[in-house]
């Protein structure tokens, strides 16, 4: 059972660029969400699903796109990446919004 | 969603119990509570959920007074290993639609 699989694990990219974070669950959860993370803070929100074809904003959502059309899958867009983007990205799902959340192991993302 | 207040940082020694408790004065009535706990470089992992009185799993205890407008994580006999960041969140049962919001937590560090 692999639960909650972020790829890549590291990325380092030139500003402007753009890239796309993966997410994916086997646990037939349906709601999804990501996060970051920046030094010595907690985890922001950043966009979440609710379920497959639903998607909604989070705290900073600003530079970020989604998209859930599997439930399964729930990749997250960098349009043009900005060295303020510089962070650690983590993906989460739940079988509901308040169920356990079940985090993947994070995209640690640069941004020079 | 409501909001919730933590200490920033607490420090203790192996073998304490360690209590670490949360505000959240605006806490609806269908709302859960739940912690979380993050080592570094890894995601976020559940602890436990209540709703009110008294939870205890293998893990720790969760004491919500009669108003739950706080709620106090105990950890027993703390070990080296229990430094961590613990969050707390607040929200409702069920998908609602609604924004699972991280505070900044509380870093715990247990010395020798």
């Known amino acids: 059972n692999a639960g909650v699989t972020q790829t890549p694990k590291f990325q380092v990219l030139k500003t402007g660029q753009s890239m796309t974070l993966q997410c994916a669950q086997d646990?037939?959860?349906?709601?999804m969400s990501w996060y970051r993370q920046d030094p010595g803070m907690g985890l922001r929100l950043i966009h979440y699903s609710v379920g497959a074809g639903i998607t909604d904003q989070g705290e900073v959502p600003n530079g970020y796109n989604v998209s859930r059309s599997t439930t399964e899958d729930f990749p997250l867009r960098l349009l043009s990446a900005a060295p303020s983007q510089t962070s650690v990205y983590f993906c989460?799902?739940?079988?509901?919004?308040?169920?356990?959340?079940?985090f993947g192991d994070g995209t640690r993302l640069s941004i020079l | 969603l409501a909001k919730t207040t933590q200490p920033i940082s607490m420090d203790s020694y192996e073998g304490q119990e360690v209590n670490i408790t949360c505000s959240h004065n605006?806490?609806?009535?269908?709302?859960?509570i739940t912690w979380y706990q993050q080592f570094p470089s890894q995601g976020p992992r559940f602890i436990i959920q209540g709703y009110k009185t008294k939870v205890t799993n293998e893990v720790a205890s969760l004491f919500i007074p009669a108003d739950r407008k706080s709620s106090t994580l105990s950890l027993p006999r703390v070990s080296l290993s229990d430094t961590a960041v613990y969050y707390c969140l607040v929200a409702p049962q069920g998908n609602q639609g609604g924004k699972l919001i991280f505070g900044q937590g509380t870093e715990l560090s247990v010395k020798p």
């Open positions: 989460a799902s739940s079988l509901q919004e308040n169920q356990p959340q079940h």
């Open positions: 646990m037939n959860h349906e709601y």
């Open positions: 605006n806490i609806a009535t269908n709302d859960y």
